[in-house]
T-cell receptor, first 113, second 112 residues
Framework: DAEITQSPRHKITETGRQVTLACHQTWNHNNMFWYRQDLGHGLRLIHYSYGVHDTNKGEVSDGYSVSRSNTEDLPLTLESAASSQTSVYFC????????????FGQGTRLTVV | GENVEQHPSTLSVQEGDSAVIKCTYSDSASNYFPWYKQELGKRPQLIIDIRSNVGEKKDQRIAVTLNKTAKHFSLHITETQPEDSAVYFCAAPSSGYSTLTFGKGTMLLVSP
């Protein structure tokens, strides 16, 4: 069965370190997204991609970057981790065009100490 | 970009009662309105969606209504059960594209 997986599930890192969260999907979806979830804020879009070599900034992109070298993967990098980036991160994918279901990964809980 | 407002933030009902969650959106070009359910510690999952060419859609105990003129849509859950307890998110696409903007969520608590 097609799926979308994130790794690691839990991560503790220190302030200032670079961290990369992995996202891999086997749906063959062109669209991939990264959201962060914080209490009181819901799901906020960090970055998104509509295809290989395409990346776009979302609502809360400062301090984050992504790259899309193939259809399956969209890794999220925190350039220099800050305590404000402690959150639960969700990757999602959807098929091309408007109005398609977004499938979410299991989430990564990141703690920056 | 799209702005989605969701109310209420929490909703407590007795088992068997109905629950209604409302969302408003700002972009009149939006044409797809999904609802996601997130159980504690789990990922959000689509439970129902509606497109702008229909006004209402039902799937067993859940239904969604859309008023494009007023730019709002609602989730209705009838005969609520304890397993309906979760956080529910509405969403709308930004500028007609595939990127979804989510509401802040509604925590629904169904008491036995």
């Amino acid at each position: 069965d097609a799926e979308i997986t994130q790794s690691p599930r839990h991560k503790i890192t220190e302030t200032g370190r670079q961290v990369t969260l992995a996202c891999h999907q086997t749906w063959n979806h062109n669209n991939m997204f990264w959201y962060r979830q914080d209490l009181g804020h819901g799901l906020r879009l960090i970055h998104y991609s509509y295809g290989v070599h395409d990346t776009n900034k979302g609502e809360v992109s400062d301090g984050y970057s992504v790259s899309r070298s193939n259809t399956e993967d969209l890794p999220l990098t925190l350039e220099s981790a800050a305590s404000s980036q402690t959150s639960v991160y969700f990757c999602a994918s959807s098929s091309s065009g408007t109005g398609g279901e977004a499938f979410f990964g299991q989430g990564t809980r990141l703690t920056v100490v | 970009g799209e702005n989605v407002e969701q109310h209420p933030s929490t909703l407590s009902v007795q088992e068997g009662d109905s629950a209604v969650i409302k969302c408003t959106y700002s972009d009149s070009a939006s044409n797809y309105f999904p609802w996601y359910k997130q159980e504690l510690g789990k990922r959000p999952q689509l439970i129902i969606d509606i497109r702008s060419n229909v006004g209402e859609k039902k799937d067993q105990r859940i239904a969604v209504t859309l008023n494009k003129t007023a730019k709002h849509f609602s989730l209705h859950i009838t005969e609520t059960q304890p397993e309906d307890s979760a956080v529910y998110f509405c969403a709308a696409p930004s500028s007609g594209y595939s990127t979804l903007t989510f509401g802040k969520g509604t925590m629904l608590l169904v008491s036995p």
